[in-house]
């Protein structure tokens, strides 16, 4: 029997915006520890609000390092979410064979993916701007029209392709070492 397994993992872009909730959210610790620290009555808790702030930035501001991973298994795609390189959240599974349309996020295919229909959108890509952005849209088991944003490698998309190749749009990109 041919299994097929192949797996890839993307690191989520930092935007603009990320950036400056990180730094609003160091502010507001700087400013509140400030505010405990100067004032006499509460003075004498700043140790405690100090060791707070600190366990709240190490576990908080980590979660803005955002990874996917792609696992495809004999058809089937499961995408999880990785949190600052420790906390797991599965985000999906489908089967492949359920994919309507898998085509680059291009203007040629923006019908498809920006329908009024679509009913459930995951981005599990790298960012917005980020190049090599794909999309698949499918029907879930509950009968909603979902449509999910990834950056698969030539590999992910050759090992779709043999199992959908009617249902891929577009070229799949050469990957770096020949295959």
Not at 39 to 64: D, E
Request: charged residues 20%; proline residues 3%; hydrophobic residues 45%.
């Amino acid at each position: 029997m041919n299994d097929v397994f192949v797996e890839q993992i993307i690191s989520r872009t930092m935007t603009v915006k990320t950036r400056f909730k990180q730094m609003g959210i160091i502010f507001g610790i700087l400013l509140l520890n400030t505010v405990v620290l100067f004032f006499g009555v509460l003075r004498a808790i700043f140790p405690v609000t100090l060791a707070v702030s600190c366990w709240f930035l190490w576990t908080y501001i980590g979660r803005f390092n955002v990874e996917f991973e792609y696992s495809y298994t004999n058809g089937d795609l499961d995408v999880d979410k990785i949190l600052n390189r420790k906390v797991r959240q599965h985000v999906l599974s489908v089967r492949v064979r359920q994919f309507t349309i898998l085509a680059p996020m291009t203007e040629e295919f923006a019908k498809e993916y920006n329908s009024n229909a679509i009913g459930a959108h995951f981005d599990a890509s790298k960012g917005e701007r980020s190049e090599g952005r794909w999309f698949a849209r499918y029907t879930d088991d509950a009968g909603v029209d979902t449509l999910l944003i990834f950056n698969p490698n030539a590999r992910l998309l050759t090992a779709m392709g043999k199992l959908i190749p009617s249902k891929i749009k577009g070229e799949i990109p050469q990957s770096e070492d020949g295959q």
